[in-house]
């Protein structure tokens, strides 16, 4: 099994943990939010979302192409 089989489902589960608690606190925030609190949340949404697509996938290449022995 090489270190990509290994590090995927890894990061599905992170990410689905991640997409699940995001969703249970939109609804929270969404139901009984100030709107002031609203625009708090979608901005740490877009900050996740950014973290996710521009954080993870350098820390997957770093992952599966540094040399195993350093």
Not at 17 to 28: E, G, P, V
Not at 44 to 67: D, H, N, Q, R, S
């Amino acid at each position: 099994m090489s270190r990509a089989d290994k590090l995927i489902p890894k990061l599905m589960r992170i990410n689905l943990a991640i997409a699940i608690l995001l969703l249970i606190s939109a609804i929270i925030v969404f139901s009984s939010g100030t709107q002031a609190t609203q625009a708090y949340f979608i901005q740490c949404v877009g900050f996740t979302i950014m973290g996710m697509f521009a954080i993870e996938p350098m820390a997957i290449i770093l992952y599966l192409y540094w040399p195993k022995g350093e």
